[in-house]
């Protein structure tokens, strides 16, 4: 069975960065669209970002556009999730999700749509 796993997470004062990983035990080529999310104590998990195999088109929520950047390198079979300026409210243990069929699109995504997950990478933004 194909795994996911993260890696990349840590701890970082407001303002910095940190570039979190994706990996599978296969192949994230496996996966046509790989997201990102997050859960932070008491909130609902959020759909961060996405990406698709088939044309590298994206998604961002709102809440990061213009601050994180998810890029795939097919040749690694790895998913980055960049994150800059990061701020206190991006606190949360991050995920990432893998599907083989589905297409994320710019109206969101939705975690009941990915098959794969891993086991999530906790990001802590605090001074």
């Known amino acids: 069975q194909v795994q996911l796993v993260e890696s990349g997470g840590g701890l970082v004062q407001p303002g910095g960065s940190l570039r979190l990983s994706c990996t599978a035990s296969?192949?994230?080529?496996?996966?046509?669209?790989i997201g990102w999310f997050r859960q932070a104590p008491g909130k609902e998990r959020e759909g961060v970002s996405c990406?698709?195999?088939?044309?590298?088109?994206?998604y961002y929520a709102d809440s990061v556009k213009g601050r994180f950047t998810i890029s795939r390198d097919n040749a690694k079979t790895l998913v980055y999730l960049q994150m800059n300026s990061l701020k206190p409210e991006d606190t949360a243990v991050y995920y990432c999700?893998?599907?083989?069929?589905?297409?994320?699109?710019?109206?969101?995504?939705?975690?009941?749509?990915?098959?794969?997950w891993g086991q999530g990478t906790q990001v802590t933004v605090s001074s």
């Open positions: 296969g192949s994230t080529l496996d996966y046509h669209a």
């Open positions: 990406i698709n195999r088939s044309d590298g088109s994206t």
């Open positions: 999700a893998g599907d083989p069929d589905l297409y994320c699109s710019g109206d969101g995504i939705l975690g009941g749509d990915f098959h794969s």
